[in-house]
């Protein structure tokens, strides 16, 4: 089965520092590894996946994720923080040899970054 | 930009009423999706389509129904809405893999939000 954690509910970073949304995840092969954001009332928007290759993915809004398979990780970074980067992350993993089988979404992380 | 719409955006109705709320995407997608969120929280898998004429329950259990008569369309139903439907409804879609080597990114409309009195 597969499942993914972000064992933070809220993180907090004043702007201009780097930031860190962490993600693990469990899958029975190997994954395939996303990351949403989500401001107010708004649905959510695609930032960056893993698929294969280069453990360092870049996306969106100069975020990037690294995948770490011996820790199952797949944390969310940033070298700096702005203001406007405050919302709800979700990380989200489906097994790779299972295609067709849905995502598994995590419960998101709450991302303040203060002035 | 994902080319994907959901209206109402915002939906403000009484006990017992039938509502049906809208999906459509532009993008040529088989694979569609139906999330329940509560403000702020987790998303809920509660529908989906792998393509026309074929619908699937998700992870959560829902009252709703939904139907896929065409492939950029996938409208959601209640029958007689309740406060306890009240939340975001968020729509999404993603090629369906036909093989290992496709990744099938979801890409999410802006949502509805119900609000059932």
């Known amino acids: 089965a597969q499942s993914v954690a972000q064992p933070e509910d809220q993180v907090n970073v004043a702007e201009g520092n780097p930031l860190t949304v962490k993600c693990t995840y469990s899958?029975?092969?190997?994954?395939?590894l996303f990351w949403y954001v989500q401001y107010p009332n708004r649905g959510l928007q695609f930032l960056l996946k893993y698929i294969t290759g280069d453990n360092l993915v870049k996306g969106s809004y100069g975020f990037e994720a690294e995948f770490n398979k011996s820790q199952t990780s797949f944390h969310l970074k940033k070298p700096s923080a702005l203001v406007s980067d405050s919302a709800l992350y979700f990380c989200a993993v489906r097994d790779m040899e299972h295609y067709g089988q849905n995502f598994v979404f995590g419960p998101g992380t709450r991302l303040s970054v203060l002035p | 930009e994902a080319d994907i719409y959901q209206t109402p955006r915002y939906l403000v109705i009484g006990t017992g009423k039938k509502i049906t709320l809208e999906c459509s995407q532009t993008m040529g997608h088989d694979k569609m999706y139906w999330y329940q969120q509560d403000p702020g929280m987790e998303l809920h898998l509660i529908h989906y389509?792998?393509?026309?004429?074929?619908?699937e329950k998700g992870d959560l259990s829902s009252e709703s129904t939904v139907s896929r008569i065409r492939t950029e369309h996938f409208p959601l139903t209640l029958e007689s809405a309740r406060p306890s439907h009240t939340s975001q409804y968020l729509c999404?879609?993603?090629?369906?893999?036909?093989?290992?080597?496709?990744?099938?990114?979801?890409?999410f409309g802006p949502g509805t939000r119900l609000t059932v009195l």
């Open positions: 389509s792998y393509g026309v004429n074929s619908t």
């Open positions: 899958v029975s092969g190997n994954p395939y």
């Open positions: 999404a879609s993603s090629e369906y893999p036909l093989s290992g080597g496709t990744v099938d990114t979801q890409y």
